[in-house]
Nanobody, 113 residues
Framework: QVQLVESGGGLVQPGGSLRLSCAASGIIFRLYAMGWYRQAPGKQRELVATISRGGSTNYTDSVKGRFIISRDNAKNTMYLQMNSLRPEDTAVYYC???????WGQGTQVTVSS
């Protein structure tokens, strides 16, 4: 049974940083491309960043240069380093396997002064 557990969210001021983690179990983590998604109130869930099995990364335009996605296959964990946070980054953040969307509880990120 696949399980993905997100953590690391919180309240941060504009310009601040947070590091999200996604702990995976029930899969051979290194075999899967992974992604971070987010859903703001009243909006559709959007794909923010992806990382391939080999570590290649892609980002949606709004986070390029500010967010960094990474993975540690030995720890079955994926990360999202978020820098220069903006109020519009406020959302619930989810991680998922790209080819097999599987949703955990998410972690809330709130950017506000």
């Amino acid at each position: 049974q696949v399980q993905l557990v997100e953590s690391g969210g919180g309240l941060v001021q504009p310009g601040g940083s947070l590091r999200l983690s996604c702990a995976a179990s029930g899969i051979i983590f290194r075999l899967y491309a992974m992604g971070w998604y987010r859903q703001a109130p009243g909006k559709q869930r959007e794909l923010v960043a992806t990382i391939s099995r080999g570590g290649s990364t892609n980002y949606t335009d709004s986070v390029k240069g500010r967010f960094i996605i990474s993975r540690d296959n030995a720890k079955n964990t994926m990360y999202l380093q978020m820098n220069s946070l903006r109020p519009e980054d406020t959302a619930v953040y989810y991680c998922s396997i790209l080819t097999m969307p599987t949703w955990g509880q998410g972690t809330q990120v709130t950017v506000s002064s």
